[in-house]
């Protein structure tokens, strides 16, 4: 099963080391100068099967499923290339979707996201960065609010982060009291990522990576690149 899952890896394009470490099975794309590698660790006890749902070489992505052995899947990945590097993203396993390359795109896609394509007429399968309905940098997505004025209220040099990322730096962020929404407007920057220019305000939503579940921990670690 180990050969398989490299032979998946190395059909998108992507160079992946195997080890067997420690008490869990762990995730991770490492940088080493100029080369970036997925890292697959599996634990001694051999009790961790991965599973490759589905390649798509041409996008350069693939479905991963993680499970101990004789047991339903406790985590499921979306490994691919995204602009300037390879990421790996956890997804929910309860959203028939993410099966597939495709539907995984889909289902990390905040229902607000889904809404706004389909009132804009966006094709989803196209999976673009930048389309009528919003524009995407990294696990963030802005959507475009052309009729907003902010004026004064709003924050010059902010930041959007999360937990255990880099933080991606905008020139102004606005965020109304009492609601769990977030704007921004001007450059947004992020070394990994190219530069946006957003002309007038964005909402912005963060995509619907999970962490595993609770049951899943003792099995199954993933870091983050960035």
């Not at 028939?96 to 007429?121: F, N, Y």
């Not at 947004?188 to 220019?197: E, F, K, N, Y």
Request: charged share 30%; net charge positive; glycine share 6%.
């Amino acid at each position: 099963m180990t050969s398989l899952v490299t032979q998946a890896f190395e059909a998108i394009g992507a160079d992946v080391d195997v080890e067997t470490q420690g008490r869990v099975f762990e995730i991770d794309v490492r940088q080493d100068g100029d080369r970036e590698a997925f890292q697959l660790r599996y634990p001694w006890s051999g009790t961790i099967e991965c599973d490759v749902l589905d390649v798509k070489p041409n996008l350069r992505h693939l479905v991963l499923d993680v499970s101990p052995a004789g047991r339903t899947v406790s985590a499921r990945y979306l490994c691919g290339h995204d602009e300037r590097h390879w990421f790996v993203a956890s997804l929910p396993t309860d959203d028939p979707r993410s099966r597939t390359v495709r539907g995984a795109m889909e289902a990390l896609k905040p229902d607000i996201v889904r809404r706004e394509q389909k009132q804009k007429g966006v094709k989803h399968r196209r999976n673009r960065r930048k389309t009528a309905a919003y524009v995407r940098q990294g696990e963030w997505f802005f959507l475009p609010r052309p009729m907003m004025h902010v004026g004064e209220l709003a924050v010059p040099n902010g930041t959007l982060r999360r937990n255990g990322g880099k933080p991606h730096r905008v020139d102004w962020i606005y965020q109304p009291k009492g609601r769990d929404e977030v704007f921004v407007r001007g450059e947004v920057s992020h070394p990994d990522h190219a530069t946006l220019q957003l002309q007038v305000w964005h909402r912005v939503v963060q995509n619907n990576e999970v962490e595993p579940a609770p049951a899943a921990r003792p099995f199954t670690r993933m870091t983050y690149l960035d």
